[in-house]
T-cell receptor
């Protein structure tokens, strides 16, 4: 089965540093998403991306976050100045059609565990 | 913004038992997702449904759009079914938006 690939699997950074989390969605997918899960908490939506622009973002996705699809395969999440509370597992997901489509299936990467010290 | 409530939060059962996990949400939706999160953290999409019932192997998902309620059933449960089961609905209902997740039901099936 095709899969979404995320790198790195673990990232440790100092508070205030910039980090870039990378994702390679499934090749024919058009919709891309970032989610995060703080330890012991539920998964939270950050942002959705379609046609080279943000479609939807949550209140968590403030000015310190940005997303980019720099080429035809990668999808990145940048956190400009990391805070302690940004420590979480970050999941990338992709789908062929929009999430509200009745025939859509969503594929998740295995996540990047970000630790901010 | 949609709110999702799941019950129970934790469920321990014996192998072979019939399992039911419930989900309710606050705002009308076009479709609802059931996902499984493995102990290692990976998330797998199980079902997406907008009406009625869907079945995949020993898993059955039902939804009642009028009552804003969905259930996930596992028949003949097995220890390998042990995982967190999560219900999710569209974040805001428009366009290619993301999902709002429930807190999940932590299921343990004992041999």
């Amino acid at each position: 089965e095709p899969e979404v690939t995320q790198t790195p699997s673990h990232q440790v950074t100092q508070m205030g540093q910039e980090v870039i989390l990378r994702c390679v969605p499934i090749s024919n997918h058009l919709y891309f998403y970032w989610y995060r899960q703080i330890l012991g908490q539920k998964v939270e939506f950050l942002v959705s991306f379609y046609n080279n622009e943000i479609s939807e973002k949550s209140e968590i996705f403030d000015d310190q976050f940005s997303v980019e699809r720099p080429d035809g395969s990668n999808f990145t999440l940048k956190i400009r100045s990391t805070k302690l509370e940004d420590s979480a597992m970050y999941f990338c997901a992709s789908s062929e059609v929009a999430e509200h489509s009745t025939n859509e299936k969503l594929f998740f990467g295995s996540g990047t565990q970000l630790s901010v010290l | 913004k949609n709110e999702v409530e799941q019950s129970p939060q934790n469920l321990t059962a014996q192998e072979g038992e019939f399992i039911t996990i419930n989900c309710s949400y606050s705002v009308g939706i076009s479709a609802l997702h059931w996902l499984q999160q493995h102990p290692g953290g990976g998330i797998v999409s199980l079902f997406m449904l907008s009406s009625g019932k869907k079945k995949h192997g020993r898993l059955i998902a039902t939804i009642n759009i009028q009552e804003k309620h969905s259930s996930l059933h596992i028949t003949a449960s097995h220890p390998r079914d042990s995982a967190v089961y999560i219900c999710a609905v569209p974040y805001s209902g428009g366009g290619a938006d993301g999902l709002t997740f429930g807190k999940g039901t932590h299921l343990i099936i004992q041999p």
